[in-house]
């Protein structure tokens, strides 16, 4: 029994939308974080690391994995994974990250890129959160632009050889599995890549000062050695690791939104009872100012995650929708941060409150899967026709 | 084995009351949630279930928006859901009536719920249902489980709790259960989505639903708290502590 | 007019609430006859002002508490309007005889008045009900929300054999030094803060919470700095707790402690600073030290339990 419970701000009644089904997955999702995260989550974020016991309450909740069909995978709509998102990431960013790379990441490539025997052998234990997987696209001098990546993987004959190194790889010093994209004959391919096999190492990455209580790693290949059953035979280029990125996007559109609830749930309880000057601030104009532009925001927000969730459980939406979603959800979300960051004073940098922690954690979301200017360039591109990003033609 | 289980859908306990015109607002309740202490009569009843391999019957008396309940109900291992309408019950005693009637037509050999609803705070129906069945009650239970063909139960006693056991049928109230409701996952919620709610009206039941002795005057807000009252001094100690209990009611 | 009356007993005597009873019967200008399980104090029933007469129901079935064996031993006894102390076994058996009987049960009434009109807290007090008895009915009254009636009556008892069959047995009892409940499922809850000077000191709060069945808390910077136990932490990064009673000492009353208090339904504040912020929420406040306070406080409670 929780004494306190969590009401969302829904201002305009979105989540009356959804299914049934996804009503009690939200539900599901919503009393574990009340109950087992934000008790936890400050001491995970002070020692830098990623509970254990929640890949495990993951795993039993069946939430990984959400929108895949079969092999042991939920099968859950679209819809169902971001609001799955969203309850994580109000938790927090980093916990929503590591659902995020093991669904998105991880299982997604598997499940629509593998061979029948990859995808029996490896997304049932992933599904379960027995093995964590991790996606090594970035490289050190590769961020924005991947489709340059040097990793490179060459046919031995009765095995392949890499060599290279991914950076910025959540997950990926907890992993048993890591879906690493390298070029083969100059031609992007999608590599399975275990924890012991030989030649391959992931150190964590510290130092950091955003999801902390996420795990961040390099993915180092030294003359790496892995079976020739371990290549995604299903997709060539870049096509592979985007398709990844825009299902992972997707979540984030929705995952900010839980992020920017639970600023605005802190800023408005504290504005309440925060007295200065004999009255609430909260009695102040300037502070309702900026709780009214968070709920606008917040409310338009939802409204833009909701209707690309049905649009992509139509199978009728296209990357740059998502990339609107993911760039103005993000956006607005560091923001509302950063403004309830300011309405609770000095008692905003404690994590007493959850506020600087959501902050921090949201520059990081701001920047991965596709940065903000980038996705700005996307939808540049499709106004125009012109792509915008680099100064050749 | 069949258990029944007793179940009451309620404001949450979080949620806000709001009255107008007299009575309290149900279309302004934010949060509908299974009652509190009903919860650990549902998770001692899949214990028993699991253990006994027996059939969890749910069943809750109220209205349309209850079914919600049952279903979520369904998602942690209810296997059969029953909504009986509460159309034409006045009282306490007319839901005892309906509750009864389903737990007879579904032989059920033990009935847990809780020790009283979140939003009456009532606690007759655990008893009142025992009387209608002629069965045994037992009332702040903390747990139940069923050995060499009796129920064990666990109550307080005068000096801690005691081990009672009960031969027969027999009705069990929770007070804070020993475990919490466990939590569903994704494919009891798939599986549940599906089960079908049997839907039920007193007629169906044949009971029928007399006219009661107490009529409802108004519901209103608790009386405004006085103001903050300040004493200096530890000699005004005494004076605070009878108006703990004479004003407040709290001690 | 007459109320039946079911008395409750604290061993030999009667409890408390058993005056409550009567005094709430006379209010309305009622009479009582008091049912007395098993005959336990009787001869002191019948001793009260408002009692018209007390019958004794003797039988094997009062040696445990099974409430259908009472309910249905008391009830060849009982007629009317019945009345009895909202106390577990009171409910209990107070719901087992309404139904028993055909008519309705209202439980936990805190006032009564002509008409028959009562009135009872709902949905955990956050409204009241005010409800008509047109006829006969079974109502359970909250302890010491009635005034008692006093002694010097003098009514004839009764005695009556009946018993009925017992359907529980008691197997084994576990007796234990009774457990301090955690701050998140007492009623009433003694927090103290940095004001208390340190941990060994937090032992009078103790003997407190054991006198009134009550919880101890601590505010963070007694957790963080002193080492209380995190669980008892109430505040900001500790538990919200929302108690009929929360009594702060030598707490400032910063928000970070309030955010974990301030629903609670009573405050009572301890302090000796007069401008100390918790002052501003409590309901009740003493400006004086804890050292002052509390004995003082021991005792008044301690006084009020016997």
């Known amino acids: 029994m929780i004494t306190m419970a969590y009401e969302a701000l829904d201002f305009y009644d979105v989540d009356s939308l959804l299914s049934e089904e996804e009503r009690m997955v939200r539900d599901m999702v919503r009393d574990w974080v009340d109950e087992e995260v934000i008790p936890n989550i400050e001491n995970a974020c002070r020692e830098g690391v990623f509970p254990d016991e929640w890949r495990v309450a993951l795993g039993e909740m069946g939430v990984l994995g959400a929108p895949l069909k079969g092999y042991g995978c939920p099968g859950l709509s679209y819809t169902a994974y971001g609001v799955i998102c969203r309850e994580l990431e109000r938790g927090d960013s980093g916990l929503r990250s590591f659902a995020s790379v093991q669904g998105s990441l991880a299982m997604y490539p598997i499940w629509d890129f593998g061979s029948e025997e990859q995808k029996n052998y490896y997304l049932p234990k992933m599904a379960s959160g027995e093995w964590i997987g991790c996606f090594g696209l970035t490289e050190p001098d590769y961020g924005s632009n991947p489709g340059d990546m040097i990793t490179k993987a060459e046919d031995k004959g009765d095995h392949y050889l890499l060599n290279g190194a991914k950076m910025w790889i959540t997950n990926g010093t907890i992993a048993e599995v890591a879906v690493v994209w390298a070029k083969l004959d100059g031609v992007i391919r999608g590599f399975i890549v275990e924890k012991n096999d030989p030649g391959f190492s992931a150190p964590e990455m510290k130092g950091k000062h955003s999801l902390k209580a996420s795990v961040t790693s390099e993915l180092v290949f030294q003359d790496c050695k892995i079976p020739k059953d371990r290549m995604l035979p299903g997709v060539k280029g870049l096509r592979g690791p985007f398709s990844c990125l825009n299902n992972a996007r997707f979540g984030i559109s929705w995952g900010a939104l839980g992020s920017a609830q639970a600023c605005f749930d802190s800023a408005k309880d504290y504005a309440m009872s925060r007295i200065q000057f004999n009255h609430p601030i909260a009695s102040y104009q300037l502070v309702q100012n900026k709780l009214a532009w968070m709920l606008r925001e917040i409310t338009k927000g939802q409204l833009l995650a909701y209707h690309l969730g049905q649009k992509k459980d139509a199978g009728v939406w296209i990357p740059e929708h998502i990339s609107l979603a993911k760039m103005n959800n993000v956006d607005i979300a560091l923001e509302i941060a950063r403004v309830a960051r300011d309405i609770h004073g000095a008692n905003g940098i404690l994590d007493e409150y959850p506020i600087m922690r959501h902050m921090a954690n949201l520059e990081s979301v701001k920047t991965y899967e596709g940065t903000h200017d980038i996705h700005n360039l996307i939808i540049g591109r499709h106004i125009t026709g012109i792509q915008a990003f680099t100064r050749e033609a | 084995m069949n258990i029944a289980v007793l179940l009451k859908q309620v404001p949450d306990t979080t949620a806000k009351i709001i009255i107008s015109e007299g009575k309290v607002d149900e279309n302004s309740v934010s949060k509908w949630s299974m009652s509190p202490y009903d919860e650990y009569a549902l998770e001692s009843g899949l214990q028993m279930k699991d253990a006994n391999n027996g059939l969890l019957i749910a069943i809750t008396c109220g209205p349309d928006r209850s079914k919600k309940m049952l279903t979520d109900a369904a998602a942690v291992g209810a296997d059969t859901l029953i909504h009986i309408s509460d159309e034409g019950v006045k009282d306490s005693t007319h839901t005892q009536q309906l509750l009864a009637a389903v737990i007879k037509k579904f032989d059920a050999n033990v009935i847990l719920c809780g020790k009283q609803a979140a939003d009456t705070n009532g606690g007759s129906t655990g008893p009142g249902v025992a009387e209608i069945l002629d069965a045994a009650c037992v009332t702040l239970v903390s747990e139940v489980s069923f050995t060499d063909g009796k129920y064990i139960t666990m109550r307080p006693s005068n000096n801690g709790t005691e081990k009672v056991s009960v031969d027969g049928i027999s009705v069990f109230a929770f007070d804070k259960g020993t475990t919490e409701l466990r939590r569903p996952n994704v494919r009891g919620i798939m599986m549940a989505k599906k089960k079908a709610i049997e839907s039920m009206t007193s007629a169906d039941l044949g009971v029928d639903l007399s006219s009661s002795n107490v009529t409802l005057d108004s519901q209103t807000p608790p009386p405004e708290k006085a103001a903050g009252q300040k004493f200096d001094g530890a000699e005004h100690v005494p004076t605070v502590v009878s108006k703990l209990r004479n004003e407040a009611n709290v001690i | ?306």
């Open chain 3, 1 to 306: 007019m007459s109320f039946t009356i079911i008395a409750e007993t604290n061993g030999d005597t009667l409890h408390p609430t058993t005056y409550q009873l009567i005094g709430a019967a006379s209010s309305v200008g009622s009479k009582s006859i008091v049912i007395c399980p098993n005959g336990r104090a009787a001869s002191e029933a019948s001793e009260i002002n408002g009692v018209e007469k007390v019958i004794s129901v003797v039988g094997d079935c009062f040696d445990i508490f099974d409430g259908g064996a009472w309910s249905a031993a008391l009830n060849s006894v009982c007629e009317g309007k019945i009345l009895i102390s909202a106390s577990p076994n009171g409910r209990e058996i107070a719901a087992r005889l309404a139904a028993k009987r055909g008519i309705p049960v209202i439980q936990d009434i805190v006032s009564i008045s002509e008409g028959l009109t009562v009135e009872r807290p709902i949905y955990s007090g956050k409204a009241v009900e005010t409800l008509t008895i047109s006829g006969d009915a079974v109502i359970t009254l909250r302890p010491n929300a009635f005034d008692a009636a006093e002694s010097g009556g003098n009514a004839p008892i009764n005695t009556v054999n009946q018993s009925a069959d017992i359907k529980i047995s008691i197997q084994e009892a576990i007796n234990k030094a009774s457990e301090r409940l955690d701050v998140t499922e007492a009623d009433i809850i003694i927090s103290g803060g940095r004001g208390m000077g340190s941990i060994d000191n937090f032992t009078h709060l103790e003997n407190i919470a054991d006198i009134v069945g009550a919880a101890v808390g601590a505010s963070r910077a007694v957790v963080d700095e002193w080492g209380m136990p995190h669980r008892m932490q109430v505040g900001q990064t500790g538990k919200t707790v929302t108690p009929s009673l929360y009594i702060a000492v030598g707490i400032s009353g910063a928000i970070q402690h309030l955010a974990g208090m301030r629903s609670s339904k009573y405050i009572l504040a301890i302090n000796k600073d007069p401008d100390a912020p918790i002052f501003g929420v409590a309901d009740y406040g003493i400006v004086a030290t804890w050292e002052e306070a509390i004995p003082a406080l021991k005792s008044a409670l301690s006084a009020l339990e016997s």
